[in-house]
């Protein structure tokens, strides 16, 4: 069984009367700890593909001759509905997202511990405890020096670097990143993925990472690539 799988998933965007189909019968499958690359076209819908397997959105219908399906640890998302899609969002997913969706208003040590506040809940959430981790990750992550800024003030790669604090935070099982490392110096994204497999080396984290870089892809145990809205093995 595997960890996580999608299997003949299609998902069509509709923009008023246009249809845009992305993907058309995609399957992927993950093991528990391996670490899959994501690769493809700009446009191919990596990124939307994430988003499915995150539980961040849903796939097209089943229709009669058409059947999909998508599951984490054995259980189809068709099951989880409502509050156990979001446990499994909190609980068990990081996601790094393409564009960072950080709160800009925010500094960037609260943009790092509202992720565990949401985790926790409101009655769980140990505010030390998150500040002092929050810290550990930001320093690992070379922003000790940035912790009261406000992330509308960070550069595109500061922004992304805090966006991978804020996925790890609640130590997921599972990372789920759209380039992590897309807007940083080659250097820095090495230095950036060093760090990840070494998290994931300590932790056992199953990871599947969008990436454009052929750098990134070359340390993934396994690539993927998306080709006219399918799923072929590298
Ligand atoms: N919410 C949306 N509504 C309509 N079309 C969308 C939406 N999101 C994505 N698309 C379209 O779906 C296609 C795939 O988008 P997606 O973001 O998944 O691509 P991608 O492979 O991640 O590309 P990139 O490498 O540029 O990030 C694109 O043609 C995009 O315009
Ligand atoms: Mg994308």
Redesign the pocket.
Known sequence: MPYLSATNVHKT?K?KRHR?P?LRGASVSVEKGEFVAIV?A???????LLHLLGGLDRPDRDTADQQSDITFGGTSFKSMWGRRLDRYRAESVGFVF?FYHLLPELNILENVCLAAMVNKGRLRYDKAAATAKAEALLAELGLSHRLGHRSGELSGGERQRVALARALINDPPLLLADEPTGNLDAKTGGGIMDQLLAHRKATGQTMVI?T?SAEVAARADRVVR?VEGRVVNE
């Open positions: 965007y923009l845009i992305v493809g700009t446009g191919s819908g990596k990124s939307t393409q969008v454009h998306l």
